[in-house]
Structure formats: C-alpha cells, structure tokens
C-alpha cells in the first residue's frame, strides 16, 4: 500500500510539473510579446528606456509628477517609472537593469517612507514585479536577499507570474497605443471628502534595514556613476507636524552623499486644498501639475547653480 | 506551522514520511501507536517551539495541570473534594489564558472606568504577545478535565499520549476543538494505514488550501482596503465590504480547518468537523449549530447544560442562553467588540426562542427568505467582529443604512478576482455536490481537479503567507 501512495503522490507531482513548465512557457511568451498595458511598460523600462531624466518611486511619483513639464523645463528626455505600492527594492531593480544599457543623466526620487525604509508590511510585497525578471541578473540576488526560499519557490514557471495572469493576457490582446504620457498617470477627480489618512509615525515603527540599506546602495551607486540624484517628497493632504521627522533618515543619507533633498510633505500652499487632491495620500491631475512646475523650476534652479 | 507558508510545503513530507516508515516498520508491533506517538509529539513540541519557545512552558504548564488533576479527582471518591479538585484545576489550567488574553484588557478598562472619576491607577499593562492557539489547547484540556470529573472519561495515565492530545499540531493554533472521547481513544490505539482515508485527507488539505489562498485572501485585499478607510467610502460600498468579509471569514477559518482535519486524516486520525454550510442556515440558532460546530459543541456541554440548559424555566433557559454567548465573545478576544458581539447573538437566539421558530419550513420561497434574514444578520454582527471598537462599528452599520452611494470597486484586476472568490464560495456554500469534481467517480476528471487547483494557486493565490485570521484568538 506504501508503494501505491508514494507512486500516485509521484504521478500527480510529475503531472503539475509539466503542466506547470508548459504553462509557464505560455506565460512566458506572453510577457515576451505584450502590446501594451503595464507588461509593456515594464519591458520599456528594463530594456528600451533611454530618458535623461528618469523619475521613480510609488504611486505618489507616477501621479504627480509629469514629465513633459520636466522636458519643457529642463530640455531634456524624462520618463516617469513611478508604481503603485512599491518602493526602493522594486524601484532598485529597475535602476540595476537600465543602468545596465544606459547612465540616465538625472534621477528623480519620490520618497515614500512607508515603503522606502520605514518597518511596515513583510519586503515580499515587493518582490511581485521582480519575479517575472528574475532570470535577468541581478535581479535574482534583489529576491533572494528579501526571501531565500525565493531560489525554490521559482523552480515553478507559474510561480514567476503569480497574480499576474489577467494582465499578461489584457496586455497582449490589447493593441499598442503610445504612453504620451511617459510613465505620468493623472487623475482627473478631485476629493468628495475631507479626511486625513494619517501617515505612519518614524519614531514608533522604526527603519527596515533591508530597504535602508538598499536606499543607501542606491544613493552610492548614482554617486559612483555621476547621476544626479535628487531626493523629494511631494504633498500629503493635511499632513501632520510630525510628517517631517519621517524623513530624517533621507535627509542624512542626503548629507552622507551630498544629494539634494527637495521637501514639500507639509507645503501649506497644497496640504490644506482639497481641490488639489484625489484623496489623502494622492494629488489629482490639478495639483499635479502645479507641483510638477514648482519643482521642476528649483530642481533647474538648483541644476543651474552648481 | 502556517499550513499556507512555505515551510509547511517541505517540512510536511518529511513528517508524513517518517511517520509511515515508522508505522510500516511496526505494522506487526503492539508498540506501534508508542513510537508514532512519541515521533507525533516530538514534532508538535519542535513546531510550537519554533513559533516561540518561552510560550511553550504555557502550553505545558496547561498540560501538566489538566494531567494530575484529572489523576486527582479519578483518586478523590467524595464528589465534595472532587468539586474542590474541578475547580481549582480549571483556574488553574486557564490562569495563562486569563494573564495573556485578558489581563491588559481588564486593567485598560479599570483604568479607564476610574480615569472618568478622577482616580489614577498606577498599574502598567503587560503588552505580552499571545501564546499561539492558548485559547483552543486551554479549551480541549479544560473540556478533558470536566469529561473525568463528570465521569465520562478515564484519566488518562500515559503523559505521552496526554500531551499529544493537548498539543497535536495539526489543530494547536486554531482548532478543531476536540473532545477526550473522540481524539484519546485514537492515540491510544493503532492507527492502521488506510489508503482511502489518506486520499480523502490529501483532498481535504487541497481544498481548504483553495478556500484560504484564492477565496480568503482574495477578499480580504478588498476588505483590508475598505475596511481601513471606511469614513472615505459609500454605505454600498461598505456593504458589500461588510459581505465580502463574511466570506473572507469563512474561507479563512473553514479552510484552516479542513487543512488541520485533512493532515489530521494523512496521520490516520479522524478529527471533527468544524463547518457545515453555516451561510445556508434557517434561522442564527441553525447558524450556531454550522458554524464552529467544535467551539458551540464545547459551549453547549461546559457551559450551557451546566447551567441548567433549557431543562429549566423560560426566563433561566434566556439567561443561560446570555451568559454562554457571553463567554464565547470572551473567548474570540479581548474587546468590547467580541462582548457585545456575542451578547448580541445570544439576543437573538433569545428572541428566536420566544418566536419558537421552525428549524426549516416546507415552503421555499419562505425558507430562501429565511436564509437571506439570517445571512444579513451575521453579517452585521460580524462588523463588530472586525472593527477595532463599538464606535467604529457602529459609524460603519450608520453608512450603509444611511448614505448608500455608489459602489467603489478597487481597479478592474481586483474586481475580476472579488467576482471570481465570491462566485466560488457561493457555489461551495450551495455545496453543489454533483459537481464537485474532486468527488467525481471518473478517475480522468479528479486527477485533472487536483493538477488543475494546483496550479491556479500557484497562478492567482495570495502567497504571501498570511496568517489565518482565528489564530489570532
């Protein structure tokens, strides 16, 4: 009877093994071949991309940050690689592959403490967006330095696009359309509400030493490769006093490396406007393009001096 | 062991493996169920050590106390120094339940109750994290000791066999809640190897691992979202939040316990059922009798029959109903919520007694209406279970009835997903069992079953090896 159980415990395992590698090979040539949508975004990103001015970090970056104005003022190219709930690590990823091809002459980093270094949900978040490059170095040590078991766990050809099936299927039936937009994804609808989501707080949760350390290799890295780094933080509807504290990690990895540290999380001219915002964390197309003119202008005054 | 994490995927065969070599081994021996057991045990303790060491001393403070004092009062004939011996056992057995769980709890309140007339207390809580599963392995040896003091269970004399009834892994952190006569006489006996059981297991394990990673986990992206920012969101939105979580709920708990009873099945022991479609239930009396039928089943015979049961007047038989409904909202947790929550139900039974109403009636417009009633009630009782306060609660339940709005889905992604976890679960909860191709008698079908869930969790599950949202009880 041992025999019976292991053998059919064999078959079935040999069974999602196969189906799991052809499978994956699908997914594969999905992701390979998609028109459009974010699949293609990513695959722009990671090996076409060629913007001088390169604008990352969460969903904040990719809403209020518009890179034609960045064009317009600084006259050069500017893509916007900013992704909702991701943060250094995912963002760390996409800096290692272009900067395989090609040295982008600024870099501009939205910084969202939550998701940058402060302590918060589990690193594996984060990972969801790399696994589908792991095969692309160094990608695979940015997972495995989040989670070992990640080495197994990608034996599964399935397991590299968990979560992402309807995507990869959307974005290769879709047909292509081009992002005038680069990257900026506005939105047009302005509050209904007045209510603050208040932000995390730097002194309870304390810093994540993974993604600390990998803002701090970032930092280095753009340092080492002459890119002009600059940190900044955009609005926060009514962000709190305390606000401000959450940065102070950033604002010595500013003084460590000598890197411009540009700071509008309280900025009254936009915190207590709900007009300018979509909701408590996220400005709208309104408040995004006046915050993207403002600081386009110090970051070329700022350029312009030294 | 998370039974949705990875570790579980690794180091379960090698448990299973070493457990059927054994039992191969001494297939012909008398000393078969010893050894197992002894390897059963090492494995429960190494796992429950791993989770946190200091909180395995709780587990076997429980333990050790519920084994001599059953011991104790099988020795002691006088009923007098056996209620003496009862009692002063379960204070003692639910001692660390009471410091862990309800300590800073009862202080907070004092503190806050004497803070509105000006007194001060200068006691600090302890902020301890909770021993895992302290609430399910003090319930089962706290129901052991009553089964010997009540007569209805030998003490058991063998401490191996003992503490693997208080720690057996597979139930430790959530249940299911067993009682001495079903879950004893199966350690202390041979556990023969049976294939059928076994695949019926396997099944059990895949299932419940389909309703937490695709169903639960699903759904509760969506309720985590509204949830936390409920005062920014329509009342219809906040319904069909209030909704998804019911279900988020369900899958979450039904599917740990299938999981417990299917490893449970792979190692030759059949553990209780813990659900049977309690969202198909007549009436919220009916629901009780379906939804954590171990825990109602504890309640029922430690707590109600006790006090009297219905065998009593009306008004005593209400206020039984109370008092056991009151101590299951303590038991799920250390808040006000869980209090009025499950004051709350027993107000409802109460009322539901006084109508006397009919398990089911033969008319199905009347029984669909009837289930729809009492789906909708558990529903927004299960908002106080989920919210931080009473004021919470009760600002989320004013949304719905009072600003409905329009309904906010999340982005087209998350709607696909909320469509397709709510779909699945409605269709197990109607328990369509023609269709159930795990059951199918073709061979061809139930083999593509298992390949096929498989590898949808591996495609669209939540792997992110959250916890199961009753261990947190």
Redesign the interface.
């Known amino acids: 009877?041992?025999r019976?159980?292991f053998l059919k415990l064999i078959l079935?395992g040999a069974?999602?093994l196969l189906?799991?590698f052809l499978?994956g090979k699908g997914l594969d040539y999905l992701q390979a071949h998609a028109k459009s949508g974010n699949t293609k975004r990513f695959d722009y990103i990671a090996h076409e991309m060629c913007a001088d001015v390169v604008i990352s970090g969460s969903s904040r970056c990719s809403l209020h940050y518009s890179p034609q104005v960045f064009e317009d003022s600084l006259g050069m190219t500017c893509y916007n690689t900013g992704q909702e709930g991701q943060g250094i690590i995912m963002q760390y990823g996409w800096f290692k592959l272009f900067t395989k091809r090609y040295t982008p002459k600024i870099i501009i980093y939205d910084v969202m403490p939550a998701f940058d270094y402060l302590n918060g949900e589990?690193n594996?978040?984060y990972l969801s967006l790399l696994r589908p490059f792991y095969h692309e170095s160094p990608i695979d040590s940015i997972i495995l330095s989040v989670d070992r078991?990640e080495r197994?766990?990608m034996l599964?050809s399935?397991?590299r696009?968990?979560?992402h099936?309807?995507?990869l299927l959307k974005d290769f039936v879709t047909p292509y359309k081009e992002d005038v937009l680069k990257g900026y994804r506005p939105v047009d609808k302005e509050m209904?509400?007045d209510?603050s989501?208040p932000p995390e707080k730097a002194s309870e949760t304390g810093l994540d030493s993974l993604r600390a350390s990998y803002m701090n290799r970032f930092a280095q890295e753009c340092t080492n490769k002459g890119i002009k780094l600059i940190f900044c933080s955009s609005p926060y509807y009514k962000a709190p006093s305390y606000y401000a504290a959450n940065f102070d990690f950033i604002r010595d990895l500013s003084k460590q490396y000598d890197i411009p540290f540009i700071y509008h999380g309280n900025d009254s001219s936009y915190i207590y406007d709900k007009r300018l915002f979509h909701?408590a964390s996220h400005m709208n197309r309104k408040g995004a393009e006046k915050y993207s003119s403002q600081i386009a202008h110090e970051i070329k005054a700022f350029l312009d001096r030294h | 062991m998370i039974f949705n994490s990875?570790q579980f995927i690794w180091v379960f065969p090698i448990i299973f493996f070493s457990y059927?070599c054994l039992t191969?081994l001494f297939k012909h021996s008398a000393l078969q169920p010893r050894y197992s057991n002894l390897l059963l045990l090492v494995v429960s303790y190494a796992l429950y050590l791993q989770w946190n060491p200091v909180h395995t001393l709780v587990l076997l403070w429980v333990t050790l106390v519920t084994y001599l004092f059953a011991i104790l009062i099988e020795k002691r004939q006088a009923y007098s120094k056996q209620k003496y011996l009862i009692t002063f056992g379960i204070v003692l057995a639910l001692l660390p339940l009471f410091i862990y769980k309800y300590y800073d709890f009862l202080l907070n309140s004092i503190t806050e109750l004497c803070g509105r007339y000006g007194i001060e207390i200068g006691l600090a809580g302890m902020n301890w994290s909770l021993p895992l599963g302290i609430s399910f392995f003090s319930f089962q040896a706290v129901g052991y000791l009553f089964e010997v003091y009540k007569n209805r269970e030998k003490a058991e004399r063998n401490l191996v066999n003992y503490m693997l009834f208080v720690s057996f892994f597979p139930q430790i952190s959530s249940g299911p809640i067993s009682k001495s006569s079903e879950l004893l006489p199966q350690i202390r006996n041979r556990r023969p190897?049976d294939?059928e059981k076994?695949t019926e297991g396997f099944r059990q394990l895949l299932l419940g691992l389909f309703l937490k990673l695709m169903i639960a986990n699903h759904l509760g992206l969506y309720v985590d979202t509204i949830y936390s920012?409920y005062?920014?969101h329509s009342g219809t939105t906040c319904l069909l939040a209030s909704i998804c979580y019911s279900f988020q709920l369900y899958a979450d708990f039904a599917g740990y316990s299938l999981m417990a009873i299917g490893v449970g099945q792979i190692m030759g022991f059949q553990l209780p059922t813990n659900f049977n479609h309690p969202y198909r239930a007549y009436s919220v009396s009916d629901f009780w009798k379906r939804w954590h039928i171990t825990l109602t089943r504890w309640l029922t015979t430690y707590v109600y029959i006790p006090l009297g049961g219905s065998r009593c007047s009306s008004i005593k038989c209400y206020k039984n109903i109370l008092i056991t409904f009151l101590v299951s909202g303590i038991w799920h947790g250390a808040n006000w919520t869980f209090i009025f929550w499950g004051l709350l139900h027993g107000c409802i039974l109460v009322v539901e007694r006084m109508l006397k109403l009919k398990e089911k009636s033969k008319n199905v417009i009347k029984n669909a209406v009837r289930v729809f009633i009492t789906f909708m009630l558990v529903n927004f009782l299960w908002i106080l279970f989920r919210m931080p306060s009473i004021s919470d609660a009760a600002l989320f339940i004013k949304k719905i009835l009072t600003s409905p709005g329009r309904l906010e889905l999340v982005d087209?992604?998350t709607t696909?997903y909320i469509a397709i976890s709510l779909l699945l679960i409605v269709l197990y909860e109607i328990g369509m069992k023609s269709l159930n191709p795990f059951k199918s008698s073709y061979r061809i079908i139930r083999?593509s079953s298992?390949?096929v869930c498989?590898?949808a969790i591996?495609?669209?599950?939540?792997?992110?090896?959250s916890q199961f949202i009753y261990v947190n009880f």
Do not use: A, R
Request: aromatic share 18%.
């Open positions: 009877m041992m019976k159980i079935l069974s999602v189906m799991d499978l589990p594996e978040k078991t197994l766990k599964s399935c397991y696009h968990n979560g099936i309807f995507q209904e509400y209510y989501t909701n | 990875f059927y191969y190897l294939f076994m920012t005062e920014i087209n992604t696909i083999w298992y390949v498989l590898l591996l495609l669209l599950g939540v792997l992110d090896t």
